[in-house]
């Protein structure tokens, strides 16, 4: 049995349900994770996705901000919810998966726009949050069970990320600061990369193209900012990944593309 596991930050689901469908209709997707959902728990969509086949669900909600979803077509077991930085921000939601698996839907503070956490509290929310999950994180891997942590973690690590490793050493997202703590949660559970894992690190590849761009696709100026990690377990069952950059073309579209990856059993 393949798993087919999709990320995406949706930026608001209730504005782009018809996406949500469109998505679902193209790639039909086992668990489909969302961040950025940008709703309250009572005002979430709930019919809408049901009708879809994904009747088993883990949301938590906040009023026009942050917001992870976990949509599942079969049952999964032990949901809850993690906060960090001792905020209840939405950002954290967990399920195990048939298997054993344990699932992680992420959705990292963005950090502002200032890369300097005494000038930048925004910035150091995200270091603080990235330190907090390394710690749980390496107490975790002792366990031993598969884990699958996916979700928008705000940082693209490589050269190849982004459209100029140059101009954007300095700009949120991918300074030294960040890549080194996104480094260091990743080693905490052993992960691995698991697009990566198909698309060489030589090759560039994004996930998110600024609304600010007048045309997106021309211009081409991305970054990869949503990521599917698994851990060493899991490695030899994976079969594909992929990215969905046409739909940062479709009608109001997310800034976002999801990101796929296929798990045999």
């Known amino acids: 049995m393949t798993l087919r ?4 930050n949706i930026n608001s689901i209730r504005l782009r349900i018809d996406n949500v469908r469109r998505l679902i209709a193209e790639w039909a997707p086992d668990v489909l994770c969302l961040q950025e959902t940008k709703t309250p728990d009572e005002h979430f969509p709930r019919d809408a996705i049901e009708a879809l086949g994904y009747r088993h669900m883990l949301v938590d909600g906040m009023k026009g901000y942050n917001g992870v979803a976990i949509l599942s077509r079969s049952r999964f077991a032990s949901p809850h919810t993690r906060a960090w930085c001792s905020r209840n921000d939405c950002r954290h939601a967990v399920v195990e998966l048939p298997g054993g698996i344990e699932l992680h839907n992420i959705y990292v503070p963005a950090g502002g726009d200032l890369p300097d956490p005494d000038a930048n509290p925004k910035f150091a929310h995200k270091l603080q949050f990235l330190d907090e999950l390394t710690t749980w994180f390496t107490a975790k891997r002792q366990d031993g069970r598969p884990m699958v942590a996916v979700g928008d973690f705000n940082i693209a690590p490589l050269e190849t990320d982004v459209w100029s490793h140059k101009q954007l050493l300095t700009v949120v997202s991918h300074t030294p600061v960040e890549i080194q703590r996104l480094d260091r949660l990743q ?3 052993d992960f691995v990369d698991a ?7 030589a090759q560039r590849l994004y996930t998110w193209w600024s609304y600010r761009a007048r045309d997106w696709a021309a211009s081409d100026r991305g970054r990869r900012l949503d990521h599917i990690w698994v851990t060493p377990a899991l490695v030899g069952g994976l079969r594909e990944a992929r990215v969905n950059r046409d739909s940062r073309g479709w009608t109001k579209a997310s800034d976002h593309v999801p990101v796929m990856v296929a798990i045999g059993g």
């Open 187 to 189: 080693r905490a559970g």
């Open 195 to 201: 697009v990566r894992h198909f698309v060489p690190p």
């Open 5 to 8: 596991l999709v990320s995406w």
